[in-house]
């Protein structure tokens, strides 16, 4: 049982002008373009990118598969 004498210990005051929460920053709530963008553009060059392997097309493949990595690793770097 907490005895009267042991909880007005506890007691914090509030001097007039102070806060009793600290000041936090709201997070911002929105869209955030670049990493939509970038993984957009990851995902359709995957899809053009099956689809031209299905085809039988193997020109540019390669340097459509080296363009996607680019935009894998550029999310990663900006996103961490």
């Known amino acids: 049982m907490v005895n ?7 007691v914090v005051e509030i001097k007039q002008g102070q806060s009793a929460e600290p000041d936090v ?5 929105g ?14 060059g995957g899809f ?3 689809y031209r392997g299905l085809a039988g097309s193997m020109n540019g493949l390669l340097w459509q598969f ?15």
């Not at 009267?4 to 506890?10: C, I, L, M, Q, T």
């Not at 920053?25 to 709530?29: D, V």
């Open 4 to 10: 009267k004498a042991d909880s007005a210990e506890k």
């Open 25 to 29: 920053r709201p997070a911002r709530k």
């Open 31 to 44: 869209i955030y373009l670049l990493p939509n963008l970038l993984t957009t553009g990851a995902l359709f």
């Open 48 to 50: 053009t990118q099956y």
């Open 66 to 80: 080296l363009l996607l990595c680019y935009l894998m690793a550029l999310m990663v770097v900006l996103l961490v």
